[in-house]
């Protein structure tokens, strides 16, 4: 038996090439591995039309086609998915999750690891506690984790800061130190990024942060 009637040995019945056989059945029956908009698989069980990437403002299919709700002769067209279509449709993909967009400053995979495989000393806890209190004083939704990433920093030996580190980070957001000419050649209505980790001359630590 050659290699190609190997590997196609149990594609269809001995008695009839019409006929399935025991494997390609057990493929056919195997759900689809549906994947998100970021390519990667949902691994969420039963699809629904609520979760796909194609459904629109109004409940319609954006894919009305591609999804098995028109034929190709009908072309697009205006159309409510039924209630469970979802499940078996075709071209379904989920929705891109929105915590990596929303928390875009968390610590995920080995950067996450790293920062909390061992226990935190009281220091470590200390500035975490100092920094949270700040950012959220400033406004930050992100405090918790920008202050855990800062925890990481330290204990990388990073030598770098944030502007929300700084003393001359005015309230409003604009540099104090640029508007009074410290930081040479910088527009005096400076507004810096102020998670960005960098080295400024003219950096000066907020009290009560370490």
Same mark, same amino acid.
């Given at each position: 038996?050659?290699?190609?009637?190997?590997? @196609?040995?149990?594609?269809?019945?001995?008695?009839?090439?019409?006929?399935?056989?025991?494997?390609?059945?057990?493929?056919?029956?195997?759900?689809?591995?549906?994947?998100?908009?970021?390519?990667?698989?949902?691994?969420?069980?039963? @699809?629904?039309?609520?979760?796909?990437?194609?459904?629109?403002?109004?409940?319609?299919?954006?894919?009305?086609?591609?999804?098995?709700?028109?034929?190709?002769?009908?072309?697009?067209? !205006?159309?409510?998915?039924? *209630?469970?279509?979802?499940?078996?449709?075709?071209?379904? !993909?989920?929705?891109?999750?929105?915590?990596?967009?929303?928390?875009?400053?968390?610590? !995920?995979?080995?950067?996450?690891?790293?920062?909390?495989?061992?226990?935190?000393?009281?220091?470590?806890?200390?500035?975490?506690?100092?920094?949270?209190?700040?950012?959220?004083?400033?406004?930050?939704?992100?405090?918790?984790?920008?202050?855990?990433?800062?925890?990481?920093?330290?204990?990388?030996?990073?030598?770098?800061?944030?502007?929300? *580190?700084?003393?001359?980070?005015?309230?409003?957001?604009?540099?104090?130190?640029?508007?009074?000419?410290?930081?040479?050649?910088?527009?005096?209505?400076?507004?810096?990024?102020?998670?960005?980790?960098?080295?400024?001359?003219?950096?000066?630590?907020?009290?009560?942060?370490?």
């Amino acid at each position: 038996m050659t290699d190609a009637e190997k590997l @196609n040995a149990d594609a269809v019945s001995p008695a009839s090439p019409l006929v399935p056989g025991e494997a390609a059945r057990g493929a056919a029956a195997a759900p689809f591995e549906r994947e998100d908009a970021a390519g990667k698989f949902t691994d969420a069980g039963i @699809n629904t039309c609520a979760g796909c990437l194609h459904l629109l403002r109004r409940g319609t299919c954006g894919e009305p086609v591609a999804a098995g709700l028109l034929t190709v002769e009908e072309g697009f067209g !205006i159309v409510w998915p039924p *209630e469970g279509h979802g499940a078996a449709c075709p071209a379904f !993909i989920g929705k891109m999750p929105t915590a990596a967009a929303d928390r875009p400053h968390r610590l !995920i995979g080995d950067e996450a690891d790293r920062c909390q495989a061992t226990c935190w000393d009281d220091a470590e806890i200390a500035a975490f506690t100092a920094r949270t209190e700040r950012f959220a004083l400033l406004g930050r939704a992100d405090a918790d984790d920008l202050a855990e990433r800062l925890t990481l920093r330290d204990r990388d030996g990073d030598d770098r800061r944030v502007c929300l *580190e700084c003393t001359w980070l005015g309230d409003t957001g604009r540099c104090l130190a640029a508007a009074t000419g410290r930081i040479p050649g910088a527009d005096r209505r400076l507004e810096p990024a102020q998670t960005i980790l960098q080295r400024c001359g003219a950096f000066g630590l907020r009290k009560g942060l370490v």
